[in-house]
């Protein structure tokens, strides 16, 4: 066992060394690098040494509400909260605005700057509920991306129904 062992390690040394050794010259030069001194390295006390998401990635641009009133501009209130919570990166309140039933199951990994550009918000009426949906065009990383918003307000909730979000394509 410990033979076949030193075998298999002798034989992977071997060949690492063999690979090394066929590269050109031009790929194993190394580049030049400066040496400071200690004075160069002064950090200014002010500074944090540690960064935040939110140091890296500038605070998105919020749709205005001041074009909208009722339950257009609820769901107005509603996606400026889902982009609030993914800046933030606070998974458990961004969780909080989806219905139990959506098949979102966690934040994406990415976060939106703006919405580009908004489609209008059609909300129609079911047999229990209200339902909303609107396109969306996105600003994530410097890429547009299209997706619709589904919104549900339950009938049953009554007066107190607030919207949530359904899903989003």
């Not at 939110?54 to 501009?73: N, T």
């Not at 209130?77 to 039933?101: G, H, I, V, W």
């Not at 949906?133 to 996105?138: A, K, N, S």
């Amino acid at each position: 066992m410990f033979r076949r062992l030193a075998l298999i390690l002798g034989v992977m040394l071997l060949l690492v060394t063999a690979c090394q050794s066929k590269t050109e010259p031009e790929d194993t030069q190394q580049p030049e690098v400066s040496v400071s001194t200690n004075e160069e390295l002064t950090v200014d006390e002010d500074e944090s040494a540690v960064s935040t998401p939110q140091d890296e990635v500038a605070p998105p641009e919020y749709v205005d509400e001041s074009k909208y009133s009722g339950d257009e501009l609820e769901i107005v209130k509603l996606m400026n909260t889902r982009m609030r919570y993914l800046y933030e990166q606070d998974e458990k309140r961004y969780m909080s605005l989806f219905a139990p039933e959506s098949p979102i199951s966690g934040m994406p990994n990415y976060i939106f700057s703006k919405i580009t550009s908004m489609g209008d918000i059609t909300i129609t009426e079911q047999k229990k509920l209200y339902q909303g949906f609107v396109i969306i065009t996105e600003l994530i990383e410097g890429v547009e991306s299209s997706s619709t918003m589904v919104f549900w307000k339950w009938k049953a909730d009554g007066e107190h129904a607030k919207w949530i979000i359904a899903d989003i394509d």
